[in-house]
C-alpha cells in the first residue's frame, strides 16, 4: 500500500497536538506538522526527505521544503518560511486535486484572537481559495467598550467587581449570564461581560441588574417605616461602598437622605436602575484582547464525523478555525481537541 501524507498547519497550537498523536496512533503513515516542532522530534524516523518524495515534481516543491527543514532548526524566519512553503508546495497539489487522496492537509491554524502571539488569518485564506464558505469572524469572550463621553461618569467605578446578571439579544440568540461584572477605565470586563459578548452585536444594548437577587424598589418602598439608615448606607449593606456613592452621585440622589423621606417614584427609579441597568456598548477590545474568535469555516462545509471538507477530499479544518465557540469554562479547548481527535483518527 502507498504510504499517504499528512500535513499539518498549527505551529504548537491546542486541536493540532491531539489530532498529530492520534494520526500517527492511528496508522505508521508519514506526518508532518508544519511549525510544530516538537512533534516533527518525535516521529522517530522523520527525515525531510520523506515529505521531498511527495514534492519532488517541481524543483519549487523542493525548494519551499528545504526552506522549511531550515526553518525547524531557526525559529526565528520559520513562519515566513512556512507561509512560503504552503504557497508554492502545498497549493499546488491541491490545486491539481489530491492524487489518489494520498496527501492529507489539516488547517489548525486557530482564529484571530490575540495576534501579538501568532494568529493569523490562514485557515479562512485557504477556506475562500478552495471556495468554501465562511462565517464572518468576529472577536468573542472580549470586553466591551463605550463612547468615552457616555462612559465618562463611569470611570470613578474602575476596578470595582461584583456579581451580576447580564442579558443581551434576543429570542433564539438571546443569552443571559450570572458572573462577575468588572468596571475598567474603559467599559466593561470580567466573566459576565465576556461571556455576554459573544451574543451582543454591534449597536445592541445590555441589560445588567446590579442586585439579582433583589427587587430593590419594592424592598426600599417596603421597608421606608424600619430601614433606618440612610439611603447610601442601606445600600452599602448590598453593594460596594465606592459603587453606591458613585452611583448615586450619578443617578442625582443624595447619598444621606432618609428613605423614609423619598417617594415611591424616587425609590422605583433608584430600583430600576440598579435591577435593569441598560446600556449600549460602541464596540469591543477587538481581537487584541478577545479570547476567542466568533465564526470561521462554516460547519456545514465539513464533515460531522472527520471534519473533512465536503469540497476538498483531504483537506481538514479544526480547532477555533471553525465556526464553532463556546462559553468560558473550557469548552474551546474541548472543541479543538475533540475535532483534533475526530479528524487525527480519520486520516
Ligand atoms: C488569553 C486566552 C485565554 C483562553 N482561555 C480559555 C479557557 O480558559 N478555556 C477554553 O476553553 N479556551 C480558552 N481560550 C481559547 C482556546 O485557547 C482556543 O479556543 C484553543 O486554543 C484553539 O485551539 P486551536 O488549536 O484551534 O488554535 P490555537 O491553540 O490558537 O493554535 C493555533 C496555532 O496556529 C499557529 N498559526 C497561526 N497561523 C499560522 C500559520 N500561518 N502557519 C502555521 N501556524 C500558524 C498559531 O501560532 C497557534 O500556535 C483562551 C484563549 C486565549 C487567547
Not at 30 to 47: E, K, L, M, N
Not at 75 to 103: D, N, V, Y
Not at 153 to 179: M, T
Request: proline share 4%.
Amino acid at each position: 500500500m502507498r504510504k499517504h501524507h499528512l500535513f499539518q498547519f498549527g505551529h504548537a497550537g491546542t486541536a493540532v497536538g491531539a489530532a498529530f498523536e492520534l494520526a500517527l496512533q492511528a496508522s505508521q503513515r508519514r506526518a508532518c506538522s508544519i511549525g510544530h516542532r516538537c512533534c516533527v522530534q518525535r516521529i522517530p524516523d522523520f527525515r525531510f526527505r520523506d515529505i521531498e518524495t511527495v514534492a519532488n515534481d517541481t524543483p519549487a516543491c523542493l525548494e519551499a521544503l528545504r526552506h522549511l527543514g531550515r526553518g525547524h532548526q531557526q525559529h526565528a524566519p520559520e513562519r515566513r518560511h512556512r507561509q512560503f512553503a504552503f504557497q508554492i508546495f502545498l497549493q499546488p497539489m491541491f490545486g491539481r486535486g489530491i492524487a489518489g487522496h494520498r496527501h492529507r492537509c489539516q488547517l489548525a491554524t486557530g482564529g484571530l484572537s490575540i495576534p501579538k502571539i501568532g494568529a493569523t488569518d490562514f485557515a479562512y485564506r485557504i477556506a475562500r481559495q478552495f471556495g468554501i464558505r465562511l462565517v464572518e469572524p468576529r472577536p468573542g469572550l472580549v470586553p466591551l467598550t463605550f463612547d468615552m463621553s457616555e462612559w465618562q461618569p463611569f470611570v470613578a467605578l474602575a476596578g470595582i467587581a461584583l456579581p451580576v446578571e447580564i442579558s443581551a439579544g434576543e429570542k433564539k440568540n438571546r443569552g443571559s449570564f450570572r458572573e462577575d461584572l468588572l468596571f475598567t477605565h474603559r467599559g466593561l470586563s470580567g466573566p459576565a461581560v465576556l461571556q455576554i459578548s459573544s451574543y451582543w452585536q454591534s449597536g445592541a444594548q445590555l441589560t445588567i441588574d446590579l442586585l439579582p437577587d433583589m427587587d430593590v424598589a419594592q424592598t426600599l418602598i417596603d421597608g421606608k417605616s424600619t430601614l433606618k439608615k440612610n439611603l447610601g448606607n442601606t445600600l452599602s449593606q448590598w453593594l460596594p461602598a465606592r459603587l453606591v456613592e458613585e452611583w448615586l452621585r450619578i443617578k442625582g440622589f443624595q447619598a444621606d437622605a432618609r428613605i423614609a423621606d423619598m417617594t415611591d417614584k424616587q425609590l422605583r427609579a433608584l430600583g430600576t436602575s440598579l435591577n435593569a441597568w441598560v446600556i449600549t456598548p460602541d464596540g469591543s477590545e477587538g481581537y487584541r484582547k478577545a479570547e476567542v474568535t466568533l465564526g470561521g469555516i462554516d460547519t456545514r462545509e465539513l464533515s460531522q464525523q472527520t471534519m473533512m471538507s465536503t469540497k476538498v477530499p483531504g483537506l481538514y479544518f479544526i480547532g477555533e478555525s471553525v465556526d464553532v465557540t463556546g462559553w468560558l469554562g473550557g469548552y474551546n479547548f474541548q472543541w479543538a481537541w475533540a475535532s483534533g481527535v475526530a479528524a487525527g483518527k480519520s486520516v
